[in-house]
């Protein structure tokens, strides 16, 4: 059983500056809700509820978050009943603990730091950043598949041929539609490299043999030690399995996407869906008349 998970969120956000000078990308709202509690409730969702965020300098915003604030609670308890409520559950969602990345090296580096925090237990590993909204939680689907066969699982997506040197790409056996037996993984590839088409979306279910691959794992793009190299290492102690995500997955890491997001999440809000959809259809019917 997976009781652990690891949250990555240590990043500086430069391509969201100068929004991100001050505080955390993770905390960028999509409507009224922080990206990084999303992700928080991901793993609650999934029946894990002791969760380590690996932060760093200038993210202290994530902790107030999932902290208590008595005298907001004490206002809103006497005016906003649901805002108090919600606060409070906020508050209580999950025991969150936090521990600082000394130096960006990367999400390989990142994710050496929770060694202490989950021992000798397989744990789950969600990118503070990305959103994956499906009717099974992702780490959920993750997990059935771990217990079935007790070994790392990577969550993968489709993406078009021309957009794979984005990624991190696996390849090899594949057992059924959603789920394949890895032999290669490959940090952005360049096109005609690439042994598929399937880009890890950011969700892990990790064995604590991923440890001893990192301490050999030296640095590799970016000057960084990444994750998927480290994974090369893994396979030579473990088998690997891909499971092909059944959602759809909103990467907060890039500007577009994060408005493309917001607009979404916006339709499905009752309070304002349609007020909202009507002003999107005059705003390109402007356009169309330009």
């Known amino acids: 059983m997976i009781k652990k998970a690891v949250i990555p ?16 990308k993770e905390m960028l709202p999509i ?10 409730q991901e793993a609650v969702d999934s029946g894990i509820d002791d969760i380590l965020i690996i932060s760093g300098k200038g993210k202290r915003a994530i902790e107030d978050h999932f902290d208590r604030n008595f005298e907001l609670e004490a206002r809103l308890e006497e005016k906003e009943e649901t ?26 580096d990142a994710i050496y730091y929770a060694r202490h925090h989950t021992g000798n237990e397989p744990f789950a590993v969600l990118l503070g950043d990305t959103i994956i909204d499906s009717v099974i939680p992702v780490t959920q689907q993750l997990i059935d598949v771990y217990e079935q066969y007790r070994c790392t699982v990577i969550a993968v997506e489709e993406v078009p041929k021309d957009k794979v040197s984005r990624y991190g790409i696996v390849g090899g056996k594949k057992l059924t539609d959603s789920l394949m037996e890895l032999n290669q993984l490959i940090e952005k590839p360049a096109i005609d490299k690439a042994p598929s088409n399937l880009a890890i979306a950011g969700r892990y279910i990790l064995t604590p043999e991923i440890y001893k691959a990192l301490e050999q794992t030296p640095k590799g793009k970016n000057n960084e030690i990444q994750l998927t190299d480290a994974f090369i290492r893994l396979l030579k102690r473990e088998n690997l399995y891909s499971h092909s995500i059944e959602g759809k997955r909103y990467d907060i890491g890039n500007k577009l996407d994060f408005l493309k997001t917001t607009v979404e999440f916006a339709l499905r809000r009752k309070e304002f869906a349609s007020p909202f959809a009507e002003f999107l259809k005059e705003i390109v019917a402007s356009m169309d008349k330009k």
């Open 9 to 24: 969120a240590a990043g500086l956000g430069t391509r969201f500056l100068p929004a991100t000078k001050a505080q955390p």
């Open 83 to 108: 805002l108090y409520n919600e606060m409070r559950r906020l508050a209580d969602m999950a025991n969150i603990h936090f521990i600082r990345q000394k130096e960006i090296n990367g999400l390989g």
């Open 31 to 40: 409507i009224d809700t922080p990206t990084i509690q999303y992700v928080v």
